[in-house]
């Protein structure tokens, strides 16, 4: 026996429900605790309606021009009138860190909406990317720490009068 079902929504009453409408917001890149890349973004149902949500993503502009996708994104369930929910898309674990131009195309029914971001994945599980600044500012740091401690005991030594062995 096969079913086939179709969903209504009636509203009754004067006036109407506000039309339905969806807001795509904060899209951002992490890794999973497996190290699987993942693009996640945060849906606002901001319309009267329930909304069924489907989508992909397109990666382009990566390294070296690389592209990628479509990814399917992975709503969770229906998003009622007034909710968040995130959805998630996982990408091949042998995607390279980026930077990559992140394009995000979601539709519900007739309505479409599409984000746009530059991501870069971190580079461990759980972690954030770290800046190649900050690991050169640090060395110089260090650098700088290990001459000021010869020259102290350079200025020890000349001072209390004891001979610099030669090399």
């Not at 079913?3 to 951002?28: C, H, K, Q, T």
């Not at 995607?95 to 007739?110: H, I």
Request: aromatic letters at 4%; hydrophobic letters at 45%.
């Amino acid at each position: 026996v096969n079913r086939v079902g179709v969903r209504m929504y009636v509203s009754i009453g004067s006036g109407g429900a506000p039309a339905p409408d969806f807001e795509i917001r904060s899209l951002s890149a992490r890794r999973s605790a497996g190290g699987q890349p993942v693009v996640t973004a945060e849906i606002d149902n901001s319309g009267g309606d329930p909304l069924a949500i489907s989508g992909h993503l397109i990666l382009s502009d990566g390294p070296g021009g690389l592209g990628a996708g479509p990814f399917p994104a992975l709503p969770g369930a229906v998003l009622e009138p007034g909710s968040s929910e995130p959805v998630t898309v996982s990408l091949e674990k042998g995607l390279p860190a980026g930077p990559w131009r992140a394009d995000l195309r979601l539709t519900s029914g007739l309505l479409q909406r599409s984000a746009e971001a530059t991501i870069t994945f971190p580079s461990q599980a759980g972690g954030t990317s770290v800046s190649r600044w900050l690991i050169l500012a640090i060395i110089l740091l260090l650098a700088l720490l290990a001459a000021c401690l010869v020259a102290l005991v350079i200025f020890r030594r000349r001072k209390t009068g004891a001979a610099i062995p030669d090399a």
